[in-house]
């Protein structure tokens, strides 16, 4: 590759960078995401991070529960713990 194709790469790079930059900052300015200036809430991040987690990992407690309803009596020592 000669000099004038790498620097026209660079160039060329360095442009569609900016100018996702400057999309960015209009969808921040539309109030579409937080981008640069303005920091969405710890509440806000949170409540929808749990909503999330609860929403996947729902079935993780059911199975849990069930599991331990089924064990039968027989398996467990004296202790309450398993052999």
């Known amino acids: 590759m000669g000099i004038l194709k ?3 790469l660079v160039v060329a790079s360095l442009t569609v960078i900016y ?3 400057r999309l960015c900052d209009w969808a921040e300015a539309k109030g579409w995401i937080f981008y ?6 710890g509440n806000a ?6 909503r999330l987690q609860a929403l996947f990992e729902s079935d993780k407690a ?3 529960l069930q599991a331990r309803e089924q064990k039968p009596a027989k398996d467990l020592v004296a202790g309450g ?3």
Do not use: E
């Open 36 to 41: 640069r200036k303005t920091r969405a809430s």
């Open 19 to 21: 100018g996702f930059h």
């Open 81 to 83: 713990r398993d052999r």
């Open 6 to 8: 790498i620097t026209a």
């Open 45 to 50: 991040l949170g409540a929808s991070a749990l």
């Open 62 to 64: 059911r199975h849990v």
